[in-house]
């Protein structure tokens, strides 16, 4: 499978880049009704809300672990690497695009890697743009409550 049919590897790449982008969106909406239903009603009410603004970050680091996880788990289950922990660091520093070159995925199975940059790019982009928007509402709520 994938063996010198560059077409059918992004096919078969492109089945866990769309599933991790949908863990992600469900991993942002839970992080988003986590801030909005937890840490903005104490932002209205003159309260410390760093640890509801610390837990929507757990959520969405917990997310791009899964999907690493999600990854990794194809990796091995393809045998393009053989060990769980191998594959998790492989696509972890791939997914981050911090790319350590300390290994490359059989030939078969190379095209691999640029989708699981991309699934990575998409998904910090995503996280940064959900960031911003909660810090930019908490902002807009504080501003809102102390004109009041």
């Given at each position: ?34 801030f ?98 909660l810090?930019?509402q ?11």
């Open positions: 499978m994938g063996q010198g049919n560059p077409a059918l590897e992004i096919a078969l790449g492109t089945i866990p880049l769309l599933m991790t982008l949908l863990v992600h969106g469900l991993g942002m909406e839970l992080a988003r009704r986590v909005e239903t937890r840490a903005i009603p104490h932002y209205r009410a003159h309260d410390h809300a760093v640890g509801y603004f610390a837990a929507t970050v757990v959520i969405m680091l917990l997310t791009h672990l899964i999907e690493i996880f999600m990854w990794s788990a194809v990796l091995v289950g393809i045998e393009a690497i053989p060990v769980f922990r191998d594959a998790f660091f492989y696509v972890a520093t791939t997914y981050t695009t911090l790319g350590y070159g300390e290994g490359t995925l059989p030939k078969a199975w190379r095209l691999l890697a640029p989708m699981i940059a991309i699934s990575g790019l998409f998904a910090f982009g995503w996280t940064t743009g959900m960031l911003f928007n810090v930019t908490a902002s807009l709520v504080r501003a809102q409550r102390d004109t009041e």
